[in-house]
């Protein structure tokens, strides 16, 4: 039997569009690239795939990208021998099938159950304990990642700030970016916000709020949810990529669905970012620049502790009056209520947020990523085997 151990199978099951397939993908590229590990990625929804990464192939059972082998997760599973290393990434199931054929392996596979991120206190504590299956010889352990020491940390490539950095310090190729997805090159006075979203009860006030702002400001809007709310507003008879709604003070731009790495640069380019879900949170956070995070809904508001564990961070060096309105916005954004008063107040507060924003993607360059806290806890758990 061939040795397994540097072949690690990751599986996603696409759930809420992007983000899943987002952080998984990020990670097995990132595995490959600077680890040279053989990842095999099982993605069920290769459609959504394609949007954030246009090279993959809809109808390949089996394709190559970025020295990571693609497969679609189908089901039944085809019989297939597991790597020496299984990830079970986001609240996905892995097929029975695959299980038994773990259970089978000698040595089994380790394996892996990458949650989804949270700040919250009980994160830490939960990080890297095992869970034995009921039935069979097998060993699942939680990996959590997380912003503080002892969690898993957040994937950041090791080329991920310098990249940024230099985007942030060319003009001309920021113009270029621009220019590559069709939009007019930055306007002297304007402000330029991203907006990627869920629907909203607090969107049309954001928009009204936007209009009605001394300065104007260029709404910049990837396909997605929000799109036909913004549309409904505008009383736009259709909803598509390179539409343009105005409005007082407020031009929106309808971007078509980016990729992963067009949407980084979006994220560097703009003057603020209001941002969803999980993948394009943590990319906001590296990309220096103000934001308001929209969390995941869940249900009896437990999306609400996740948003009041990470502000409890993120707000922590800030001056009251600062923290309080940061707080106080993400809050209102994430409640659905209405943005009227706040929202003035967060782009004024602009110059200060950029600082902090700032501040904050440097510390979190301080801990160690998610890749190479698996890597490390990989290799414990195969020492520990060896005696």
Request: charged content about 20%.
């Amino acid at each position: 039997m061939r040795n397994t151990s540097n072949h690690w199978d990751i599986f996603c099951s696409v759930i809420d569009n992007y983000g899943d397939i987002g952080v998984t993908w990020r990670l097995a590229r990132q595995l490959a690239a600077e680890y040279k590990i053989n990842v095999r990625l099982w993605v069920d929804d290769l459609a959504a795939f394609r949007h954030i990464y246009p090279e993959v192939d809809v109808t390949a059972t089996t394709q190559l990208l970025q020295d990571v082998e693609i497969r679609h997760w189908t089901t039944p599973l085809p019989a297939i021998e597991p790597g020496g290393v299984v990830i079970e990434a986001l609240a996905c199931h892995l097929p029975d099938s695959f299980i038994h054929a773990m259970a089978e392996k000698s040595p089994p596979p380790l394996w892996i159950n990458l949650e989804y991120l949270s700040a919250e206190n009980w994160v830490q504590g939960v990080h890297g304990l095992p869970s034995p299956h009921p039935r069979l010889p097998l060993t699942k352990y939680f990996f959590m990642p997380g912003y503080i020491a002892g969690t898993g940390g957040l994937t950041r490539e090791a080329w991920l700030y310098h990249a940024r950095d230099e985007f942030q310090n060319d003009i001309n190729v920021q113009s270029r970016f621009w220019a590559d997805i069709g939009l007019p090159n930055d306007k002297p006075g304007h402000l330029r916000i991203s907006l990627f979203s869920y629907e909203s009860a607090s969107l049309n006030s954001l928009l009204a709020a936007c209009s009605q702002s001394p300065r104007p400001i260029d709404l910049m809007v990837p396909l997605g949810k929000a799109v036909p709310q913004i549309a409904a507003w505008f009383a736009a008879a259709e909803a598509r990529a390179g539409a343009i709604w105005r409005r007082g003070n407020l031009s929106v731009y309808v971007l078509p669905m980016l990729s992963q790495d067009d949407y980084d640069r979006l994220l560097w380019a703009c003057d603020g970012n209001l941002v969803r879900g999980e993948d394009s949170f943590v990319r906001a956070q590296f990309a220096a620049r103000p934001l308001i995070w929209q969390a995941y809904r869940q249900e009896e508001g437990a999306h609400l502790d996740k948003l009041a564990a990470f502000l409890d961070l993120y707000r922590a060096n800030l001056p009251p009056a600062d923290a309080s309105l940061v707080r106080a916005v993400w809050q209102a954004w994430n409640r659905e209520e209405d943005m009227a008063v706040l929202w003035p107040a967060w782009i004024d507060a602009l110059p200060m947020l950029s600082t902090h924003a700032r501040a904050w993607a440097t510390h979190l360059a301080e801990q160690s990523d998610l890749a190479s806290n698996l890597v490390k806890f990989i290799n414990k758990l195969l020492e520990s085997r060896a005696f």
